[in-house]
Structure formats: C-alpha cells, structure tokens
C-alpha cells in the first residue's frame, strides 16, 4: 500500500485550503464523506468579512488573511468586494455601539453616523426602531464558492487528489502510520489533518483521541426578493451588534439571519420553519420591508471550541494528527492564515513572514489548550 504524506478529511474550505498549501510538499489526499465539496458549513454561509468579528486570536486571523482574499482574480474577477457595514445598536442593547467605538482594535473602523446617514444608506431603515448607528466600511462580500474552487484547483495543480463519498469510518494508528478507511478503502498516511468542521470531535474519538469539547451551532438564512424600487445591489451589510439579526444584499435579492446559535448535533442542518419567520419578524422591527414569499432557506453548522477561538495543532494524544477545526462562525474570512499556519505546523517551517501571522499567538490556537497533557505529539517522518 502507497503512503500518503497527508490525509485530509473534510472537503470544506478548511480541508481544501490546506491541501493546497500542502500538495506542493508531499503526496496529499482529501477525503469528503458527501458527494460535493463544501456541501456544509462552507456552502452555507454568509459571505462577509468582517475583520472586527470574534476575540483578539480571530482578528488577527483576519487580518493576516485579508491580502490573500483581497488579491485572489479569477477570470478578471475579484471575489471580494467592499460593502461596509452599518452597525446599530436598537432599544435595550445600549452601551453597544459606545463599547465598539471605544475598542482599541476597532478604533479608526468604525464612526459613528447620523440616522439619516443610516437612512440614506438603507432607505427601508426604521428611524424609529435605531437607537444609533455605526459605519464600517471594511467589510467585504466574498465569493464564497470561488475561494472554495480557487483553492481546489491549486491543491489539484499541485498533485493533491480528491475523493468524494469517501466517508471515513476507521483510523488506527499503526507502526508510524496512519491506517484511514472510508468507504471500504483502506489508505496510509503518515499526517492526518482532521478538517471536519461539525464531526471533528467525532472523528477524533473514532481514532481513540480525546474530543475538544467542539459543540456544532445551527444558524438559520433565508433570501427574500428585494423591497419594489429598491436596487439593493450597493447596499451594506446591517448588522445589528447584539447579534440578533442581519440582513444584506444576496443577487439582488436580501439575505436575512436571525444570528441564532443552537446546539446542535453534527448533521445536515436544515432552517426550521419558526426560525424562518423569527427571521423575517426581526428584521421588518428594523425595516420596512414587505415580505410576501422567500426565495431560499437553509440552515448551516458553525462549530466551537468552547473558548470559540478556532484550534489548529497536534494533537497531545495522537502522533501525527493535527486539529484543524473550530471554525465557529468565521472559517471563510480566516482561511488563508489557518490554512497556512496549519501548515507549517505540519512541515515545521516558520510561517510566511508577509501573512503577519506574528500577530497570532500559535498557542492561544493550540489544541493543547483544550486538553492539557504532556507536549503534543508530531508525526515522525
Ligand atoms: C449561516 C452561516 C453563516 C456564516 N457566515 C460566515 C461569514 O459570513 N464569514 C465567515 O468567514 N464564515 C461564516 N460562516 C462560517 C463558515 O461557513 C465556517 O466556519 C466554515 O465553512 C467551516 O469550514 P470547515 O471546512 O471547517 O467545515 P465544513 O464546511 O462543514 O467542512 C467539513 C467537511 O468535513 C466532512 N466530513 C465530516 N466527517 C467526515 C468523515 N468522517 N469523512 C469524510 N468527510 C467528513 C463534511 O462532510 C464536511 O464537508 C457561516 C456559517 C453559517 C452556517
């Protein structure tokens, strides 16, 4: 049997950017249970980037992936595009937009606006319903599916091969390697890269490692048509910053979230119909905006640590298995530095100077935070 340097599994954007960044520098394998990559969580998302978003950790992902997403032209196109977001604070979250104006990592992002600015901006804003309103401009729109493709193509021109309905249901470490089934087929890698976003704790245990506490959480997205005379096509994402709902424009259409977070099993979620009228209520508090059919629903797993800042390192407990997960709710706009940075954890080489990723502390990423124990265990070749 052939050995692979790297098995990945999970074809969702964190497994298919860092078999891209790792194909240049072995035999690597990607192994995705569905019949389509990105068939979860990286197919379902929102698509923003927002570089504020999360804790510190999480920023400075950001940041050190925003030359990449801001750079990546396919066919003439760029997949990221500059929208900016309106931030309000509504009746009973005061103290939020002072609280975001004053933090030191956001200062110089984000003013405060009028409402009428608010308003000029999103017509179908309620004055009455806004307590105050902060402008971000950078934010962007991503070309979700294009940064998936984009990625899957270098990983491909770099050798890496991709099996599809190749669920992994055994991993043994045997000698020095690593013995992965899926479907019936039995590979050997020496690294294993768990990248299965909602299953990664279930996967670990399949390989007799201890789970992270990682816990899947649903959040539900529907695209209503856009209100008559409005092209919405310019208009901001809006964002309301106790996180009880968003809406921003979809192909000229308004996507719209009630922002929840319930537990969830890993599964193939779908958007519960109460969800999808909570939605649609939140938003018309905010907006007047007519909504007499929807257009799509769905439904996606964001998934956690429990201290929701993502985990990528070796495991403590697994020679040659590197975690990879914990994407929550900001895998897209992080992927470029996660990617790499799960990289050279795997090769052992510094991280690229230019990605800025001295800002990420390694260790506050580490799944060794998570399960203390002794020093983590790297693959032997
Ligand atoms: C509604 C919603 C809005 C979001 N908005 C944003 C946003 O605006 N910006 C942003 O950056 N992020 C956003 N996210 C989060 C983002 O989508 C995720 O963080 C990211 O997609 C996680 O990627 P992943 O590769 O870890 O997980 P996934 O895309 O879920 O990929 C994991 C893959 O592993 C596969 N797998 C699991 N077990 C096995 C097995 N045993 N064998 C083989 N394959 C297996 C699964 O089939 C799956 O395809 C949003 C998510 C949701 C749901």
Avoid at 367 to 372: D, N, Y
Wanted: charge should be negative; aromatic fraction near 6%.
């Amino acid at each position: 049997m052939a050995t692979w340097d790297f098995l990945v599994i999970g074809g969702g954007i964190a497994g298919v950017s860092v078999a891209a960044e790792l194909a240049p520098y072995g035999r690597t394998l990607v192994l995705e249970q569905e019949s389509a990559l990105g068939y979860h969580a990286t197919g379902r998302s929102a698509a923003i980037v927002v570089p504020n978003y999360g804790a510190p950790p999480l920023r400075a992902l950001t940041q050190a992936s925003l030359p990449t997403l801001l750079e990546i032209e396919v066919e003439g196109h760029l997949l990221a595009h500059r929208k900016g977001s309106l931030m309000l604070e509504l009746p009973g979250q005061e103290g939020v937009l002072q609280a975001s104006l004053e933090d030191p990592d956001r200062q110089g992002r984000m003013h405060e606006v009028t409402l009428d600015e608010a308003l000029q901006r999103v017509p179908i804003l309620r004055r009455e319903a806004i307590v105050r309103a902060g402008w971000e401009p950078d934010v962007w729109a991503l070309d979700a599916d294009g940064l998936l493709q984009w990625y899957r193509r270098r990983a491909r021109a770099a050798g890496a091969e991709f099996r599809l309905n190749a669920k992994v249901t055994a991993l043994e470490r045997v000698g020095d390697v690593w013995q992965v089934t899926a479907s019936g087929v039995t590979e050997q890698a020496v690294t294993v890269v768990n990248a299965a976003g909602a299953w990664a704790d279930t996967l670990a245990t399949r390989a007799g490692l201890r789970p992270l506490g990682l816990q899947p959480k649903r959040r539900t997205a529907l695209t209503v048509p856009a209100p008559t005379g409005h092209d919405v096509q310019g208009w901001p994402a809006v964002i309301d910053l106790g996180e009880t709902r968003y809406f921003k424009p979809d192909a000229g259409a308004l996507m719209l979230s009630l922002a929840e977070e319930t537990d969830s099993p890993p599964c193939d979620a779908w958007a519960d119909d109460e969800d999808v009228a909570t939605a649609v209520d939140r938003v018309q508090q905010i907006a007047d905006l007519p909504v007499d059919r929807v257009i799509s629903t769905w439904a996606g797993l964001r998934t956690f640590a429990p201290d929701r800042v993502p985990v990528v390192g070796w495991a403590r407990d697994g020679e040659g298995f590197l975690w990879l997960a914990g994407h929550g709710g900001y895998g897209l706009q992080t992927a470029p530095a996660m990617a790499q940075l799960a990289a050279s954890i795997v090769l052992g080489t510094a991280p690229p100077e230019a990605l800025g990723i001295a800002r990420v502390d390694a260790t506050a990423l580490s799944p060794g935070r998570l399960t203390p124990g002794p020093e983590p265990l790297r693959a032997s070749a």
